[in-house]
């Protein structure tokens, strides 16, 4: 372990030490044991966390006013003003899609049985709309669930989407209780590997290159912490086999996949081996400070959501990832609910230090004058990079506030975050980060050269930050 000497408020001296994932003294979900699964090479190569706008801050709005079913709509108009607004804003900047979410009436008109339509939209016309202006789409949906006729065929079986279900012969996690909102496949039955691969290629023949897929708690055990028992919960081998069908899929039809609402057992052995992306903290809601730090800061929990803020879920799981690893997803922004633009910078900062996606949850009617900290292009320099950094001590608390990693260039880049409710000034020697040696220094929000240094030193303000880049 390494030593480490950081100097908060009156320069206070506090040592911290970093930490590999035996180290980390926190509520971890518990281990189970696991069947022989295959093994998908590769998923991880090469993948970036995706940048985007999401549907998510109006649907969740619609719903706060009541709305819900069929009167939840976003029609063809609005999604052309949307997608011109990404395509003209943000897409300079590197965000390259747009995706649905929940909420809205997922409908499957076909007969492939699979989803077509989100509210009135067709997705195919979705997709290509947005190619006509050089984006993708992205689909929230889970490739367990059934939207179409139990009747329709699975392709390459004789089955049919009916025999897929639950008929009592399973062993289930909750015999009593029955499935609430969505209706799950049981992935160890004849023809469950099928009907996957199957949605995986209708995606891929309508042009979607990311599925988010939700509620996976909810299939492994049937509930999760907030909500109680809430299904069946078809167990830790049907789950994990679950998994394992999605990966190899989505590898064959070349889709990037996100895991939402997992339990994360076993240090999330089955998610970091088979889903591109795994979200790591309770769902945004409304937003701002209290998403990203405040909410039960300092909590951990052994299942979902293990925390409740993106502070503490980056922190809690930074020891999984890393370049070429499985990606840490701190869900949607919406930058319009912070009180300042120190928290607006910390916000985007820290997704961007973890290695995560920036989604972009703001609508060009709410989002002021808060486009311009989605497009600083010199902290969006470490997405493009495949830049992955670790705080220096995973344990809850102040003492991991301090952010660090190197870019492939050789250099470095340094975050130094004041979560706390007053103004704090804090340095932190590069040597400690095994950085040796004098470095030119650049603010990356300030967008200036500060010199050559050898640590940094910084008065932030009220739950900012300060983050440099260290260069040769």
Request: glycine letters at 10%.
């Amino acid at each position: 372990m390494k030593a480490m000497t950081i100097l908060m408020g009156t320069l206070l001296s506090a040592t911290l030490c970093c930490s590999c994932s035996k180290d980390i003294e926190m509520r971890y979900p518990p281990k189970y044991e696991l069947p022989e699964l295959p093994v998908v090479e590769g998923i991880h190569q090469g993948q970036k966390a995706p940048l985007y706008w999401s549907i998510y801050e109006y649907a969740y709005s619609l719903e706060q006013q009541g709305v819900s079913g069929s009167d939840m709509d976003f029609t063809s108009q609005q999604w052309d003003e949307i997608i011109d607004w990404v395509a003209r804003d943000l897409k300079p900047y590197g965000y390259d899609m747009v995706c649905t979410d929940g909420f809205l009436p997922m409908q499957a008109n076909d007969a492939s049985g699979y989803m077509t339509h989100y509210g009135s939209v067709s997705l195919r016309d979705l997709a290509a709309k947005c190619q006509a202006r050089g984006l993708k789409l992205g689909v929230y949906d889970n490739p367990l669930w059934i939207h179409g006729s139990l009747d329709t065929p699975i392709e390459g079986t004789t089955r049919t989407f009916g025999q897929l279900l639950y008929d009592g012969s399973q062993a289930v996690q909750n015999p009593q209780a029955q499935d609430q909102w969505f209706t799950w496949i049981v992935s160890t039955k004849e023809g469950a590997q099928e009907y996957i691969d199957g949605f995986f290629r209708h995606y891929k023949e309508l042009g979607v290159s990311f599925i988010r897929m939700d509620f996976l708690s909810w299939y492994e055990d049937g509930r999760d912490r907030g909500t109680g028992i809430v299904g069946r919960g078809y167990g830790r081998e049907a789950y994990a086999r679950a998994l394992a069908y999605i990966a190899q899929s989505a590898k064959k039809y070349g889709i990037f996949t996100s895991l939402v609402m997992p339990h994360l057992n076993n240090d999330a052995e089955v998610e970091a081996s088979y889903g591109n992306m795994v979200r790591i903290v309770a769902d945004t809601g409304n937003g701002g400070w209290h998403h990203t730090s405040a909410h039960d800061k300092g909590r951990s929990y052994v299942s979902w959501p293990n925390c409740m803020n993106q502070f503490d879920g980056f922190n809690y799981w930074a020891h999984i990832t890393g370049r070429d690893k499985v990606i840490l997803d701190g869900d949607f922004l919406r930058l319009n609910r912070y009180d300042t633009d120190a928290e607006r910078q910390t916000a985007v900062t820290l997704q961007l230090m973890a290695g995560g996606p920036v989604a972009v949850a703001d609508q060009p009617s709410t989002i002021g004058n808060n486009l311009q900290f989605y497009t600083n292009g010199e902290l969006l320099a470490l997405r493009q990079d495949g830049f992955v950094g670790q705080p220096l001590n995973s344990e809850l608390g102040q003492q991991s506030e301090t952010w660090y990693g190197q870019m492939s260039d050789g250099s470095y880049v340094v975050a130094i975050f004041n979560r706390s409710d007053s103004q704090t000034t804090l340095s932190a020697d590069f040597a400690v980060l095994g950085i040796s040696g004098q470095w030119q220094v650049r603010d990356l929000w300030t967008h200036t050269d500060e010199g050559v240094a050898g640590s940094l030193t910084a008065t932030i303000p009220v739950h900012g930050c300060k983050v440099v880049r260290l260069s040769k």
